[in-house]
């Protein structure tokens, strides 16, 4: 099984990208062929900061590294070292169907927003597309909000199949993890560097303390019980705690006597107990760039290899050979 997924360098890594994203991507490396990238010409949609995408895209190399992805096990590579899958967008483009792209709903979110549209936000899916099909991914591990372009993208597969009478690309499936789905903000919100509501991977401690105790509840008193399933500081707590730590929050929750500030508190316990080597980690990657070079570019080197041959499959469909 081959095994695809990608994340923008469009800032500082959070929460959600590592619960969302990362860590299931990390666990999937034992289970098949895991190809990762990071996706500097879908950030290019809203970053306009040369020197902040160059240095975004090294802070997600790391970020991947020190929590523990194994190159050895897994792909990881800059899509801008992959030019095949520029030409196998144009190729897909024109048999995409306008709209197709204009049902997609991360391109109404963002012009609801108030985002700009230009051609890359608008064309966005079919770039995603020609990302998935160029490695013949089998599965996408997903947030249940980017489902829709894997969908898209086995939608453009096929009418491209049909229309060139060939059997150029597979199938990919999504994989979504129902666990975490939605990661919540620190005002209840989908966790979004859009909303602001984030808490960094590797921001500096004194700063992740400060967001998690700003972190919204309701006013039910403390001595009174409290739903934790209707909390979003139990919520984020369950991402990082096993099953018997769960446990015993939700029944202090149901007690009575037990404060959101309680709450706060062991949430930032949990993480930093969790996150601490995970730091040391990435301080050392820190310090031996050499090392994280030479593992993008013999990642870039795989993904190229395989890019190339379904584009040149592609193009002989076409008649461009």
Known sequence: MRILTGIQPSGKLHWGNYFGAMQPSIAMQDQGETFIFIAQYHALTTVRDGAALRQSARDVALDFLACGLDPNKACLFRQADVPEVHELAWLLSTVTPMGLLERCHSYKDKLARGISANHGLFAYPVLMAADILAYQSDCVPVGRDQKQHVEVTRDIAAKFNQAFNCEVFKMPEPRISESVAVIPGLDGQKMSKSYNNTIGL???????????????????????????????????????ANEAEQAEMRENYLRGGYGYGHAKKALLEIYTRTFAPFREKRLELEANPKLVDDILAAGADKARAVARQTLDAARLACGLD
């Open 202 to 240: 590797f921001e500096d401690p004194k700063t992740v303390k400060q967001k998690i105790m700003r972190i919204e509840t309701d006013s039910t008193p403390l001595e009174e019980p409290k739903n934790p399933d209707a909390c979003r500081v139990f919520a984020l707590y369950k991402l990082f």
